[in-house]
């Protein structure tokens, strides 16, 4: 049972790189999503999908960029890394594509942008 | 726009105590809420998915009631263990939004 699947656990980036944080879910959930999860903030909302070719931003988007070609695949792209996108990223999903339904989450991503 | 607080950000009881863990949520019109489970430097690991319609969900040694018209969310734990030490966080989520989650809750049972 994979779940959710997150990659890179780990990644160290200089300021002005761009990299993609990959996301795969093997439940054929319809929604997916995207969270940072930073000291005294919470769970922020950056992006999510209610499904293959559809994409809508959340409450921090500036500075990411997703795409969903595949049910599958939810991979978020950082465009130029700023040191302020240094966190954790957290990718969910949920079976409703209403975004209703039981959210389940992977391991996460450590990023830090130097 | 919903808001979701938890009280207190962190609780520590000795191992065999019953808890409360308490989370608010400012939009009554819920169609869900969810509460979760995270480990240092792990994902976040559902514990109990209570819909508007149900007061209550069971799993185990955990209780989460919900209680729409004051706005409020309770996570039962009983005879605590110390590997129940966690940040226990809850979501409410009303329908066709996102989740929005509280801040959490530091639980630490002592042995």
């Known amino acids: 049972n994979a779940g959710v699947t997150q990659t890179p656990k780990f990644q160290v980036l200089k300021t002005g790189q761009s990299m993609t944080l990959q996301c795969a879910q093997d439940?054929?959930?319809?929604?997916m999503s995207w969270y940072r999860q930073d000291p005294g903030m919470g769970l922020r909302l950056i992006h999510y999908?209610?499904?293959?070719?559809?994409?809508d931003q959340g409450e921090v988007p500036n500075g990411y960029n997703v795409s969903r070609s595949t049910t599958e695949d939810f991979p978020l792209r950082l465009l130029s890394a700023a040191p302020s996108q240094t966190s954790v990223y957290f990718c969910?999903?949920?079976?409703?594509?209403?975004?209703?339904?039981?959210?389940?989450f992977g391991e996460g991503s450590r990023l830090t942008v130097l | 726009k919903q808001e979701v607080t938890q009280i207190p950000a962190a609780l520590s009881v000795p191992e065999g105590e019953n808890l409360v863990l308490n989370c608010s949520f400012t939009?009554?019109?819920?169609?869900?809420l969810q509460w979760f489970r995270q480990d240092p430097g792990k994902g976040l690991t559902s514990l109990l998915l209570?819909?508007?319609?149900?007061r209550e969900q069971t799993s185990g040694r955990l209780n989460a009631s919900l209680d729409k018209s004051s706005g409020r969310s309770t996570l039962y734990i009983a005879a605590s263990q110390p590997g129940d030490s966690a940040t226990y966080l809850c979501?409410?989520?009303?329908?066709?939004?996102?989740?929005?989650f509280g801040p959490g809750t530091r639980l630490s049972v002592l042995p």
């Open positions: 969910a999903s949920s079976f409703a594509a209403s975004g209703s339904g039981e959210l389940f």
């Open positions: 439940m054929n959930h319809e929604y």
């Open positions: 999908s209610v499904g293959a070719g559809i994409t």
């Open positions: 939009d009554s019109a819920i169609y869900n």
């Open positions: 209570i819909q508007s319609s149900q």
């Open positions: 979501a409410a989520n009303n329908y066709g939004q996102n989740f929005v």
